[in-house]
């Protein structure tokens, strides 16, 4: 009996690659025999190329690209298969035999691959927070032509957990270089994970945007950019110069026809023209109780100006101000454009009302600050361009009397993020793992809305 030998290395790039294309172009695929005598498929490239027709670019002719020093290494790195495993620790684990959630300390590269097996197409999600190259960073080495003893000697490059890292100073040659060829490597191979609904968001700042986005267009495709997310910082950062108030979020799909918001839903309000049914100018009837401001206390029957307004507030029906307070309802008749107006007017908000809204009728509602006419709506949420309710995310350590992080990301952040594009068993993937915020996320939001997603943190 011939016993088949268990692959000892992970699955490599190419094979998920081939696995791809033959799912779309398999008369490209010819049956041969391997060195073994064992038949396997290659491509016919010939085939190929016919089936490709004119879309096959010529050597000669001109390209636009993004190239830098070790590209072609960082794709070597990514398609090698890795002969590393993984070991469990069942002594530092929780309920092992039924969670699904997995924390994994090496490597990221190493454990990506080792992932696409058990994970290929299956996650949701990914959030990373990679370094930032402020000079200051250090970035994982992907140079694996060294043995790891050599490297140490030469580079001094180990973490305290073991991890091969070194740090890459502004001065270095390949400043920016080194930083592309790491997260390179890593995006190639998280996109196989990636569902075909999927979606990334990856953290970053100016020292990289602009080279992270160029490489995000040639791993997920130019067209499948969602948004790129301003978000305000909590702890700012001064240099010399400047004061850096915000950073950004990259947002990529996998497929983006197919990705698709989760449908949370919130309340919104929106200022529109309002009138009522018969005229431009509303008649709004304000509730009986309301604190009124700059009004004596008496009978009021005719039409009347407040003090300091642009508008002519017209009494409808009569109305008596005891104390302070509107003692009836009343029917005025305003523009209500000035948020003056209603501020010199009552003081705090009213039952919400019919009116006309660019023509349809629709139910207002009063802010209590600025007392001005409101839609409120229930809408499904989106993703802001501009995210301001960003907290500290040392808050969230310092609850759990944990330190030693530098600008860890708050958990409302990532939990809003998760919100929008995962639904409530969902997988959830964090390569870059520090502080373990996308799994507090997850596990939070999990609490709140009674959802099983689960996460990888890596």
């Not at 992907?142 to 100073?169: C, I, K, Q, V, Y």
């Not at 919100?419 to 596990?443: C, E, K, N, P, R």
Request: charged share 25%; glycine share 6%; net charge negative.
């Amino acid at each position: 009996m011939n016993i088949k030998k268990q692959a000892l290395t992970s699955a490599s790039h190419s094979d998920f690659t081939l696995e791809a294309l033959r799912q779309i172009a398999p008369s490209a695929f010819t049956e041969v025999r391997d060195e073994q005598g064992e038949l396997t498929h290659k491509v016919d490239f010939d085939v190929l190329k016919e089936l490709l027709g004119d879309k096959i670019l010529d050597s000669d002719e001109e390209r636009f690209g993004f190239y830098w020093v070790g590209k072609q290494d960082a794709k070597r790195a990514a398609a090698e298969p890795t002969r590393k495993t993984l070991r469990p620790v069942l002594e530092d684990s929780v309920d092992w035999d039924n969670t699904q959630n997995l924390y994994i300390e090496g490597d990221n590269l190493e454990v990506l691959k080792l992932l696409q097996r058990a994970y290929l197409g299956r996650v949701k999600m990914i959030y990373i927070d990679p370094p930032y190259n402020t000079g200051n960073d250090f970035v994982y080495d992907d140079d694996f032509a060294m043995s790891r003893e050599d490297m140490d000697d030469a580079m001094g490059n180990l973490d305290e957990d073991g991890n091969r890292l070194r740090s890459n100073p502004n001065t270095n040659p390949r400043y920016h270089s080194d930083w592309c060829s790491m997260i390179y490597s890593r995006l190639l191979v998280a996109r196989t994970l990636l569902s075909n609904d999927g979606v990334i968001f990856i953290s970053i700042d100016d020292n990289e945007v602009h080279h992270l986005r160029k490489i995000c267009d040639e791993v997920f495709g130019a067209s499948n950019i969602i948004a790129e997310v301003i978000v305000n910082r909590a702890s700012e950062v001064a240099t010399n110069m400047i004061v850096q108030k915000h950073e950004y979020c990259i947002v990529y799909a996998k497929q983006i026809e197919l990705a698709s918001l989760s449908g949370r839903k919130k309340v919104t309000v929106s200022r529109g023209t309002v009138g009522n049914v018969q005229q431009t100018t509303p008649i709004i009837e304000f509730p009986a109780g309301l604190k009124c401001l700059n009004i004596p206390d008496g009978i009021y029957t005719t039409a009347r100006q407040i003090e300091g307004s642009k508008e002519n507030i017209e009494v409808i029906t009569p109305f008596v101000v005891q104390n302070g307070l509107l003692e009836t309802a009343v029917q005025l008749k305003a523009r209500w454009r000035s948020s003056n107006d209603m501020r010199n007017f009552f003081s705090n908000s009213c039952l919400s009302t019919l009116a006309k809204i660019n023509g349809t009728i629709e139910e207002i509602y009063f802010d209590g600050d600025r007392l001005m006419p409101y839609i409120k709506k229930t809408i499904t949420e989106k993703l802001p361009t501009l995210y301001t309710d960003n907290q500290r995310g040392s808050r969230d350590l310092e609850r759990l009397n944990i330190s030693g992080f530098d600008y860890p990301k708050a958990v409302n952040y990532i939990q809003f993020l998760v919100s929008l594009f995962t639904d409530q068993t969902s997988l959830i993937l964090d390569f870059f793992s520090g502080s373990a915020t996308t799994a507090h996320a997850v596990m939070q939001l999990n609490a709140e809305d009674g959802g099983k997603r689960k996460y990888i943190c890596v």
